[in-house]
């Protein structure tokens, strides 16, 4: 069983940084794909970031690409979420996804591929 607890999220204003952090049990942390999904009121959940384990390999949406960046530390079983250059219509709870496979490049973008989500945290972009 995993276990994942997000922190970090919160009020910031259109411009501005914020970093998500996602906390997992388990003793295999290093060998889990991790992703970040978001949800915004009335929208589906989708694809914001995901990173492998063997080689570190990241994949970005086109709507975040070059503005957040996902990292992982083993030694600490955290994955973060760098945002930068917040805009308004990032609002959404942010959800932290683990799956112990290796995850292909489609199936990390997939919420479906992934077996256990933390609780969710909110980020609120303010014009």
């Known amino acids: 069983q995993v276990q994942l607890v997000e922190s970090g999220g919160g009020l910031v204003q259109t411009g501005g940084s914020q970093r998500l952090s996602c906390a997992a049990s388990?003793?295999?942390?290093?060998?889990?794909?991790m992703g970040w999904f978001r949800q915004a009121p009335g929208k589906e959940r989708e694809f914001v970031a995901a990173?492998?384990?063997?080689?570190?390999?990241?994949y970005y949406a086109d709507s975040v690409r070059g503005r957040f960046t996902i990292s992982r530390d083993n030694a600490k079983n955290t994955v973060y979420l760098q945002m930068n250059s917040l805009k308004p219509e990032d609002t959404a709870v942010y959800y932290c996804?683990?799956?112990?496979?290796?995850?292909?490049?489609?199936?990390?973008?997939?919420?479906?591929?992934?077996?256990?989500w933390g609780q969710g945290t909110q980020v609120s972009v303010s014009s």
């Open positions: 996804a683990a799956d112990v496979r290796s995850l292909g490049r489609y199936e990390a973008t997939m919420p479906q591929s992934y077996d256990y």
């Open positions: 990173i492998s384990w063997r080689l570190a390999t990241t």
């Open positions: 388990g003793r295999t942390f290093s060998t889990y794909a």
